[in-house]
Nanobody
Framework: QVQLAESGGGSVQARRSLRLSCSAA????????MGWFRHAPGKEREGVAR???????HYAVSMKGRATISQDNANNIVYLQMNSLKPDDTAMYYC?????????????????WGQGTQVTVSS
């Protein structure tokens, strides 16, 4: 069984930065991708960024230019650096990971989810 643990959330003022971390504990064999989703009250869940084992990365349009996703493959850790944060970025951020049979783009096909870390951005 794989468990994902997020850290790094918190409350910041607009235009500041945060770095989220997610470590995977357990047997993540055949890892395909890891990524981040967010969910704010009254809004739909949104994929923020994802990274594949080959290093390719994808970002939500809303985060392009403000976020960088990176990974430590050896230790199954994924990071999300977010800069120039806006109040609209306020949400619970969830780490996701999938093996070859899954996806990091389609929520219904994600193999593992973390418990989430709250990010609150004040104006």
């Amino acid at each position: 069984q794989v468990q994902l643990a997020e850290s790094g959330g918190g409350s910041v003022q607009a235009r500041r930065s945060l770095r989220l971390s997610c470590s995977a504990a357990g047997s993540l064999y055949n890892k395909y991708c890891m990524g981040w989703f967010r969910h704010a009250p009254g809004k739909e869940r949104e994929g923020v960024a994802r990274i594949y084992t080959d290093g390719s990365r994808h970002y939500a349009v809303s985060m392009k230019g403000r976020a960088t996703i990176s990974q430590d493959n050896a230790n199954n850790i994924v990071y999300l650096q977010m800069n120039s944060l806006k109040p609209d970025d306020t949400a619970m951020y969830y780490c996701a990971a999938s093996e070859l049979s899954g996806s990091c783009q389609v929520p219904g096909r994600i193999n593992y989810w973390g418990q989430g870390t709250q990010v609150t951005v004040s104006s």
